[in-house]
């Protein structure tokens, strides 16, 4: 392995997501940050401009880098997510091209439940509208503590100041009843020009922040993670039954949070026993400490019955442990309803237990952030807060605390269809 190669592997690595209305340019955005950084295959810019010039576009239709689907490329809208993947010299990336239109919510949920940061895009013309609010509701439910405010197609309206300080204003009166977005940078782009994408624009000196490639690469997600409250959910029990490792016996999953190291005392839910972490095991041999999002084998000084689905947890801050559970959701089946009594698989974490909805506190319309409280039953793409009642305690934190402990998935018990995810209050 080459030391390029090896720093490449080693490289931090930002996932981030794309929200905004139908035509704002999102895909048109990815494509340029794909084009103008260098991302991208020679055979594949000469594919999209072939489609481009078959099309009868004035100039390279960017947005193809991203539509792949063809009902996708005939609407000149995104339907499913799209991820995409690029590095530079400072930073990996993950991109997820989510959907605009408010019946793919779901997908944009999806899409954006494992971002680090949001680039929600605004057109210059219309400014902040319902779905710039629903976007950054959503980002805002999923924990997103990073958003970058895109104001595009600058070029449409002759490059003016005064009419990108309009739309931030209205955005941050917006945000400010927000709670989890703690970090808001706005920046005036053309997607189609490539003004503030990866180079300076010459057409607006009067704004002095970051290009966007710039502040992708530069943003700051260390403490994202929960590195407080250690978490391990045991997803295998490791026993190799050779000569060379008679005895040995590992617990391998993810760090969902905090910090591990070998003397640790450690207390494995829910049994409730404790013990000391003798050794951590990685594909790279012992490590002297691990954390979230790691994965990891971890050995004890005692024999314990543990199994998948057990958690692995600090003394000092245990998760909660409960069958009563609070939770927002998104709906995300076409062909069921979610209605009180309803009962589901609910998986969270390594482990899943039978559920049943006790009550259906409100929904939310996502629009006005009013709550909605006499209709009890979700269709797709809707978004509230109900009450589970589960089979078997869970071990769990808040979703605001942790996302990996406090996020979970229903699962409709006959068709094993995902119907929903979860956010824990």
């Not at 978490?231 to 490791?238: D, H």
Request: charged content about 25%.
């Amino acid at each position: 392995m080459t030391p390029l190669d090896d720093s490449y592997l080693n490289m931090d690595l930002l996932r981030f997501t794309t929200a905004g209305s139908v035509d704002d340019g999102k895909s048109t955005l990815i494509g340029r940050l794909l084009y103008d950084s260098k991302s991208t295959f020679e055979d594949q810019i000469e594919a999209v401009e072939a489609t481009s010039r078959k099309r009868g576009d004035e100039r390279v239709n960017l947005a193809l880098l991203t539509d792949g689907l063809r009902a996708e490329r005939e609407q000149g809208i995104t339907i499913d997510v799209a991820y995409r993947y690029f590095a530079t010299p400072k930073r990996k990336f993950i991109i997820a091209d989510t959907p605009g239109h408010i019946q793919y919510t779901r997908n944009m949920v999806t899409g954006a439940s494992t971002a680090n940061l949001a680039i929600i895009l605004v057109d210059a013309r219309t400014g902040v509208i319902e779905q710039t609010c629903r976007h950054a509701f959503i980002a805002d439910l999923l924990r997103i503590r990073h958003v970058i405010l895109a104001v595009n197609k600058m070029d449409l309206v002759d490059y003016s100041e005064q009419r990108f300080t309009e739309i931030v204003e209205d955005f941050k009166r917006f945000a400010s009843r927000l709670d989890s977005i703690v970090d808001m940078v706005a920046i005036p782009i053309s997607a189609l020009h490539g003004d503030n994408v990866v180079e300076k624009s010459q057409h607006m000196d009067w704004y002095e922040g970051p290009t966007m490639l710039y502040h992708l690469e530069t943003v700051y997600i260390g403490s994202d993670h929960n590195h407080v409250d250690a978490r391990l959910p045991v997803q295998w029990v490791i026993r190799p039954q050779s000569d060379e490792h008679h005895d040995f016996r590992g617990y391998a999953g993810r760090v969902a949070g905090g910090v591990f190291r070998p003397g640790d005392e450690v207390v494995v839910q829910p049994s409730g026993f404790s013990t000391r972490i003798k050794t951590i095991e990685t594909y790279d041999g012992p490590q002297a400490e691990t954390f979230a999002p790691l994965s990891c084998t971890i050995t004890l000084e005692d024999e314990i019955d543990i199994s998948r689905g057990d958690m692995i947890v600090k003394q000092n801050n245990p998760p909660q442990k409960g069958q009563e559970i609070e939770a927002m959701i998104c709906w995300f089946s076409e062909s069921t309803q979610l209605s009180p009594n309803s009962k589901y698989y609910l998986r969270h974490t390594s482990k899943e237990v039978k559920a049943i909805v006790k009550e259906v506190r409100y929904k939310v319309n996502v629009n006005t952030l009013h709550k909605i409280e006499d209709d009890k039953t979700f269709r797709l793409n809707e978004i509230g807060r109900i009450s589970l009642r589960t089979s078997a305690p869970l071990l769990y934190d808040s979703y605001r605390r942790n996302r990996a402990t406090g996020s979970f998935i229903l699962v409709d018990s006959q068709t094993n269809e995902t119907v929903a995810a979860g956010m824990i209050v």
